[in-house]
Each structure stands twice: as C-alpha cells, then as structure tokens.
C-alpha cells in the first residue's frame, strides 16, 4: 500500500508510459476512420486475444466485447433528466490490474483505499473482471482497442443524434490516463472528424493535465487529495480567466446521501460555492458560470471490503483530508 504515494518524478514517468498507449489507441481511432472493419468482426479479434491469456490472467471472457458503458446508474441519471447521453470507459486503477504500474499515477494511499473501484456496484466480481479484461486489452492491443473504440464512440454519438441530446464521453471512469484530452485534441486537429459533435469530460488528480493537451476541448474536474491546496488555486485562477476546460474541484464529503451537501466550502482560503455533482454525472452541463470557480461535491460512497479494511481505509482518508468533514465539523476554514 505504501507504493501508492509516488515522487513527481515516478509520476510522470508512470503517465508517460500510459500517453504512448494513449497515442497508439488514438493512431488505432484513426486509421479505422478509414477502415473497413465492423464492430463485431474487431470485437470477435480482441476475444479471441483474451482467451489466449485469461486463464492465465484469471479472468472471464464475456462472447460479446464492449468497451463503453452507457447504462450505469450513473449514466442514466444523466440520460433520464435530459442532461447528455454519456458513455464511461471503466478501468482497473492504481495496483490492481493486469498490467505493471499504476493507471491512476496521482493516486494517494487514502483515495486508492476509498476508490469508486470498490464502492457500490464497481465492487461486485462481475464488474471487477470486466474492468480487467479491458485493462489487458487496453495495454496490450491499443491499436485494435483503439478500432473499437472509434465504432463505439461513433455509436454513441448516433444514438445521442436520436434521441435529441448531446453525446458525451468520459474516458477514466475508474483511473487517470488522460486518454479522453486526447481523443478530444484529434477531433478538434481533424484527424477524428466523424466524432466532431462528441463532447469530453473527465476527472484527474494531475494539475497539468489541460496544459498536456493545449488543443484538447475536454473540460476535466480536478480531484481535490486533502492537501493539494496550491493546485487547486491554480486551477481556479485558469477557471477565473475564463477557460472553461478547467472544471470544478471534485470533493467527496463524509455526508449521508440523504442528508444535504453543504452550500459553500472554503479551500486554499478560497470561498467557493458548493454543487451537488451527485444529481448528473454530465459535469459540462452544471449550472455555473463560465469564470466561477466551485466546488463539484459528492457524497462518500462506502467501498465494498471487509469491515475492518474498510475502517482502516476511511480512517486514512480522513487522516489525509481525502474525504472531508462537513464545513460545520471543521475547526478553522483552510
């Protein structure tokens, strides 16, 4: 556990290793713009490629591949109040993929042990193993993941088309790749023009992740560690300056869901006003202003584990500042 909190210099090293897979996934979008292939037909490619390896790697093989999640409670609830259509990419974070290193590199030990990736529904075996045969086949097949991916994207954006709402898509469900800017940064290039249309958003923990991606127009919410205080004032000054790509600050406060989010909060000695980001998941479509920099509350989802490791966990993101204290409960405002 302790292996979660990385130097800057491990960091960039671990999201330097995922932007090649990034770009090799987004050269794998391009050229299928082109293509011939059908999605079933590259679905059929990658299954046949996790058989190979899925006794080995101790994980189910579903008979049909599907790499986009639209029907998630989450999702839904964005669909159902007319908000967007959304599609979520869900991954196996930090240590516990398939593959060698972290996909969430900014991760602290007190998020990774409270992570959506073992709360509510994400905790179930079903959805595990789903996030890691797509984890495999991400890393080890980014060119035919990207080919998918491409037909899935233009998929979703159709079905937004007929449904009279706007299509949207959120690359790190579960981790912190970036893969989302990216993609984003190609169709505004014209490389992906049959996804001009699509919107991106997302959630990360790197403060120069907007700045990785100068041409990007994905808007990405900042996850508030406890303690990145600095970032977070940087982040709000971009905010302040009218580039709408820098989203709110995302906080998980330790609140029952039925009991109300607080209204404002104070962070980096900033005042900021408190959304509940709860209602939707369709972040660009929050009602703020263009300049205002707020707050994208949540309330704290209890992972699925033992109860034991479960205290354990909360008590160091808690500890950490990670999942935070009602505004009322705090001693001084920081």
């Known amino acids: ?7 800057y210099r491990q960091r960039e090293k ?11 996934i987004v050269s794998g979008m391009v050229s299928e713009q082109n293509g011939s292939s059908s999605r079933i037909e590259l679905g059929r490619q990658i299954r046949a490629r996790l058989l190979e390896v899925s006794s080995e790697l101790e994980f189910h093989v579903p008979n049909r591949i599907q790499l986009v999640g639209w029907d998630s409670y989450k999702t839904l609830k964005s669909r159902d109040q007319g908000v967007t259509v959304t599609g979520i990419s869900y991954l196996a974070p930090a240590t516990r993929g398939p593959l060698k290193g972290s996909l969430c590199p900014w991760a602290t030990l007190g998020c990774f042990l409270t992570c ?17 045969w797509k984890t495999w086949a991400m890393g080890n097949l980014p060119g035919l993941y990207g080919k998918l991916l491409f037909h899935e994207l233009g998929h979703l954006l159709r079905f937004g088309e007929k449904l009279g709402m706007p299509a949207s898509y959120r690359s790190d469900g579960t981790t912190d790749m970036g893969l989302g800017c990216l993609i984003s940064q190609a169709v505004n290039d014209g490389q992906l023009g049959d996804l001009e249309g699509l919107y991106f958003y997302d959630y990360t923990a790197d403060p120069r992740r907007v700045q990785r991606y100068p041409r990007t127009g994905c808007q990405v919410t900042f996850s508030f560690k406890g ?11 971009h905010r302040q300056a009218g580039d709408v790509r820098y989203g709110g600050i ?8 039925t009991d109300p989010l607080p209204e404002v909060d104070t962070l980096g000695g900033q005042r900021l006003r408190v959304i509940d980001g709860d209602q939707h998941d369709g972040r660009p479509w929050d009602d703020v202003e263009p300049d205002e920099p707020h707050i994208v509350g949540l309330h704290y989802k209890v ?4 109860p034991e490791q479960r205290a354990k966990g909360e008590a160091i993101a ?3 500042g990670f999942i935070r204290p009602s505004p009322l409960e705090l001693v001084g405002c920081l």
């Open 116 to 132: 959506l990736d073992h709360a509510g529904k994400n905790g179930l075996p079903d959805a595990f193993n789903c996030r890691r």
């Open 14 to 24: 671990l999201w330097q290793a995922q932007n090649i897979r990034n770009r090799s």
């Open 318 to 320: 808690r500890t950490q």
């Open 250 to 257: 995302a906080v998980p406060y330790d609140i029952k869901r």
């Open 303 to 306: 992972p699925i584990m033992r």
């Open 1 to 7: 556990m302790g292996s979660m909190i990385k130097s």
């Open 227 to 237: 303690h990145n205080f600095q970032a977070v004032r940087a982040w709000n000054d």
